[in-house]
């Protein structure tokens, strides 16, 4: 390729005094567009398959140039790639680093019964503490499954850090008014790493920054969302082996402390489900992203990417399919995986709808509207995943030939619901709707059971607040038992 030694000094311009700008590319062959920046070294912010169009980070010099890649472009606002003067060193309307220190120390002060004082998980590259939140109540079962949330992986993409702020303030807010806030907290653990990459988070809110990607690792940093384990280095184009790449994968896999520090938080706390949140296009990505295959979970992942992105109004798919392009060593497929240290994660990536990386900085809208269209997909994702049988480790496995409960459809229940029971013999069958913390809230007439399968309708007491609930049938000894959750 001609361009690439004046590309590659370009690109250290534009890592140490350039500030870059976003380019948007117009082109509906954008896979094919995407290989031809990759190729030339660019750093490709977002795209959009559906849409046609590729986002790419370029300085003055490449800018010179963008008409070479497509005929039809169009420079985004300088407020999406870079802090103006005013914003410079607060971050605007985003959270600093201090403020989100200040921000979480005193949260935990003031919701002392359901936010625990930050912990640190591990060190920067540069030796700053990883902080991690833990909220949830004091009340509700011995075991509450865990979630786990994270921001700022990506130094440039602070739209996920307001998202975890303002989801912690709407949990602790509403927690006793709000059913679904109250049941979150008495029945899950939520896990936050409110900013991962805290050194180039600090170096993009200085004078020259904005738009660093990767962590401090000399000589040009390492993208810690190429460096997890699992299929690190698959291909090079799902990351790079040069270290002046934006996607440059590190030295080996897991190489970075930032990673292993992640990576480790999440094998002691085995979450069932996650988000990794970045910036930006409005997408919710789940794996594979290293190959772009299904997983044997992509029945699931889509039916939960609907619920999910009806709220959002965000696009779902592999990243493949909604961006045009693969990534290996990233967060997802390492979380997926269950070789990777824990029980598979039903883990996603909302890249949210930020306006840019820095969209929000001096109009508090843009931060508004992706904080209210991402608060029901967390809400969603963990008022749901407890009841999901193939990551729920206290399902009741039916006894074959004697007892077995299927499904409860639909699922998640608003009012009536219908579950298939395969009995043997009906005599003293019992059918009866747990709540999480094992309290009767319903009895299931048994009176017209017969041997064989039966179709058995029900309805929850309408007092029966959201969240999740088992039904156990009961005859002759056997037990069989189906969980779904309430929504009200
Ligand atoms: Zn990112």
Redesign the pocket.
Known sequence: MKTVALLAVALVLAGTATAGRIVRLYDPATAVLVQELGADGMDIATASAREGWVDVVMDDRELDRASLYSRRFEVMPEEWSSLTDANRGNAGFYYSYEENNAFWATLAAQHADLVDTPVSIGTTVQGRAINMVLLTSNAGPAYKPAFIFTAL??AR?PGGNSVLIDWANWLTTNYGSDTQATWILDNTRIYLVPIVNIDTYIANCNPAGGML?KNQTPPDGVDL?RNFTYQWGYDDSGSSPDPYDDTYRGSSAGSEPETQAVMNFINTIDPIAGFHY??YGGYLIHPWNYNNSATPDEATYDSWSGAMCAFSGYAAGRCGEVLGYNSNGDADDWGYYSGSGHPKIMIFTP?VDDNGFWGGQSDSTVIVAICSQCRPMNRWLCMNAPSFVGISEQEGAPVPGQLTVGAVTPNPVSGSAAVLVGIDSPAGARLTVFDISGRSVAEVSTANLRAGDNFVQFTMPSDAPSGVYVLRASAGGATGESRFTVLR
């Open positions: 992986t990506h993409e990607r969302n970045h910036a890249e």
